[in-house]
């Protein structure tokens, strides 16, 4: 029973969250949104636990889709970066707010970014693009994610400085629009380089909060060294290219890790 600790223990963390959100917001939204988002996670692990190699995938479409198409279409929430500034500006802890705070900065702390390999709704269409394992070495574009942070920001900020009207019917029309944008990119820049992550690793503005937090993560793959025969599969079959044979926080890419356990799966000794 101490392979399923890890799957238990996640279960516990949001559960504690779902429960502690439902009583200090007296909203049972929240007890349901996290307790099924806990459920959906602990799956996962399990079922990657039992070896089922579809087990990543699963998760993703099942907190994805639900963001997406429930939070996102149906509650006409913007769950993307501009729908939390906007909460942020309003001074309300709801909706955005609470997801970036517990998936986004602090999330990170325990379990990096698990959330890009897990929840995202836009890496959950990239990753059914061909380009799974990188076609060529990393370019040094990461700084346009701070460009579509900033523009983020600008955008929100503009339309309360402007005192635009209807701004809750905007959001929701950026939600969409911004999606559609994203996916366009994603997908352009996949097939341009050659990797379905391209945009995670140069474009999306919700990384410049998760790298950070993401160095201190407590959930992290590890080499055993004795184990470890330098064969560099691990580093080939990275879809971040992620160096996982060093075990220290200032690793290659090391705040890049989405846990997609691909490098563990494909180690021919069990070192990872």
Not at 44 to 70: C, E, H, P, S, T
Not at 77 to 101: D, K, P, R, S
Request: hydrophobic share 50%; glycine share 6%.
């Amino acid at each position: 029973m101490k392979k399923y600790i890890m799957p238990i223990m996640m279960l516990a963390v949001f559960e504690a969250i779902a429960v502690t959100l439902w009583l200090t917001k007296s909203n049972i939204f929240y007890l349901f949104n996290f307790s099924y988002i806990g459920c959906s996670v602990a799956l996962g692990i399990f079922l990657f636990i039992r070896k089922n190699k579809y087990a990543r995938r699963i998760v993703q479409l099942l907190i994805g889709l639900y963001m997406l198409i429930y939070l996102g279409l149906i509650c006409g929430e913007n769950m993307q970066i501009e729908g939390f500034w906007y909460y942020l500006f309003t001074g309300v802890f709801e909706a955005a707010t609470i997801h970036y705070a517990v998936a986004k900065i602090f999330g990170p702390l325990i379990f990096g970014r698990g959330w890009c390999g897990y929840a995202c709704w836009t890496a959950m269409v990239l990753d059914f693009l061909p380009y799974k394992v990188p076609a060529q070495p990393r370019k040094k574009l990461g700084w346009i994610r701070y460009i579509t942070f900033i523009l983020s920001l600008v955008f929100v900020s503009a339309l309360f400085l402007a005192h635009v009207q209807n701004i809750e019917r905007i959001m929701f029309w950026a939600f969409i629009i911004g999606n559609a944008i994203y996916y366009a990119v994603g997908i352009i820049l996949a097939h341009s380089l050659k990797d379905n992550r391209a945009f995670c690793k140069y474009v999306c503005p919700v990384t410049v909060f998760l790298k950070p937090m993401s160095y201190f993560a407590l959930v992290r793959v590890k080499c055993d060294k004795g184990k470890c025969i330098s064969c560099g599969k691990c580093r080939h079959v990275c879809p971040m290219d992620v160096d996982m044979k060093d075990n220290s926080r200032k690793r290659a890419n090391g705040t890049e890790c989405i846990l997609c356990m691909e490098c563990v799966k494909n180690c021919p000794k069990g070192a990872l």
